[in-house]
């Protein structure tokens, strides 16, 4: 009986020091986690105009690439007049942006790398609003032929 005690305990050992090497293991790849999560976002300090532009205002929607998707999956929704009138862009009445890393999104739609909600880092650009989206170009037309009246407060200064 000393015999299959020894083996017993030998394995006892052997599952023991399995358990302390997986444990360890999840240790050091947690901590390498929260090292990495850490250099996700920078933080980038804006002038007012650029923060009020080009800064996140926390209403982070979808991932971009889902954003850039959606309207070539579902044009119904997203041209409803019609391809012949336009992108998505046009057909809303958004203000194409003309910032080469607007990410081909209009004024007030921004890139950032916060989660929806937690506003946690990811390596996963999310698309959100900005302080601009609130104060896009507006303009109302007559039905006559004329210039109409614009008022553009997010490119006024």
Not at 4 to 22: K, P, S, T, Y
Not at 93 to 118: C, H, I, K, M, W
């Amino acid at each position: 009986m000393s015999i299959a005690r020894e083996r017993l305990n030998r394995l006892i050992r052997i599952a023991a020091a399995g358990a302390i090497v997986c444990t360890a293991a999840t240790l050091v790849g947690t901590g390498l986690l929260i090292w990495r999560e850490s250099t996700w976002v920078a933080p980038e300090f804006r002038e007012p105009e650029g923060a009020f532009r080009h800064g996140t205002i926390g209403t982070e929607l979808m991932p971009l690439p889902v954003a850039q998707v959606l309207p070539g999956l579902f044009p119904q929704h997203f041209q409803p007049g019609g391809a012949d009138s336009g992108d998505w862009i046009e057909q809303f009445g958004f203000t194409r942006s003309a910032e080469p890393d607007g990410e081909g999104l209009p004024v007030g739609f921004v890139v950032s790398n916060y989660r929806p909600q937690s506003a946690s880092p990811s390596p996963l650009a999310f698309v959100g609003f900005s302080c601009a989206f609130a104060t896009i170009r507006s303009s109302r037309r007559r039905k006559e032929p004329s210039e109409g009246l614009s008022t553009d407060r997010a490119t006024r200064r």
